[in-house]
C-alpha cells in the first residue's frame, strides 16, 4: 500500500486482507490491515484495534487509519465475539 498511516511489518496481526469501504451512495473494494496492539509497550493501559485501507483503490474515502481503543475487558468480549462467529462460519462451511 502506497502512503500508508499505520507501520506495517512483521508484527502486524494481518495485512492485505480484503476490505469493503460502504458510505451513503457508494461501496468500494480495497486491500486492508487489520492490526491489534496496546498503546505503550511497557505499560500500557488499553489495547488497540487498527485498521487501514489501501487508498490507491479507494475514490471516495480520502487516505486514514481508523483506531478502536478497547479495555483489557472489552477485548476480551471482543474475542468471544469473534469466536462465536468463527465457529458459525465453520459449521456453515461444513454443511
Known sequence: MVDRILKVNAYTT???LDGV??????????LAVL?????????????ELQVEMDNTDL??????A???????EQ????AGELEKYAGRVEAAGEE
Open 14 to 16: 494481518f495485512d492485505l
Open 66 to 72: 481508523d483506531k478502536v481503543e478497547l479495555s483489557a
Open 59 to 64: 475514490e471516495e474515502v480520502q487516505a486514514h
Open 35 to 47: 492490526n491489534v496492539t496496546t498503546d505503550t509497550r511497557d505499560d500500557p493501559n488499553h489495547v
Open 21 to 30: 469501504v460502504e458510505g451513503h451512495g457508494f461501496d468500494e473494494e480495497a
Open 75 to 78: 477485548a476480551r468480549e471482543l
